[in-house]
Nanobody, 124 residues
Framework: QVQLVESGGGLVQAGGSLRLSCAASGLTFSSYTMGWFRQAPGKQREFLAAIIRSGGSIYADSVKGRFTISRDNAKNTVYLLMNSLKPEDTAVYYC??????????????????WGQGTQVTVSS
């Protein structure tokens, strides 16, 4: 049974930082592209970043330069370091696993497995 468990969310002031973690189990973690998405109330789920198994990464323009995705295959964990946080970054943040190395990795339908989400709230 595949499980993705996010942690590290919370309340932070604007300009602050948080590091989210996503621990995976039940899958061959190193073979998967891992992604981070977020969803604010009343909005669609939004792609943020993805890291392929070789370590290469892609980012949404909205977070490029502020967020950094990384992975530790020995710990079956993917991270999202978020700096210079803004109130508009407030959302539930999800990690997801994509079994393919092709595709855009930016679409929700490309991901087979999802975590339950962790809330990030940025106060102004």
């Amino acid at each position: 049974q595949v499980q993705l468990v996010e942690s590290g969310g919370g309340l932070v002031q604007a300009g602050g930082s948080l590091r989210l973690s996503c621990a995976a189990s039940g899958l061959t973690f190193s073979s998967y592209t891992m992604g981070w998405f977020r969803q604010a109330p009343g909005k669609q789920r939004e792609f943020l970043a993805a890291i392929i198994r070789s370590g290469g990464s892609i980012y949404a323009d909205s977070v490029k330069g502020r967020f950094t995705i990384s992975r530790d295959n020995a710990k079956n964990t993917v991270y999202l370091l978020m700096n210079s946080l803004k109130p508009e970054d407030t959302a539930v943040y999800y990690c997801a696993a994509d079994p393919t190395t092709w595709g855009t990795h930016r679409r929700t339908y490309e991901y087979n497995y999802w975590g339950q989400g962790t809330q990030v709230t940025v106060s102004s």
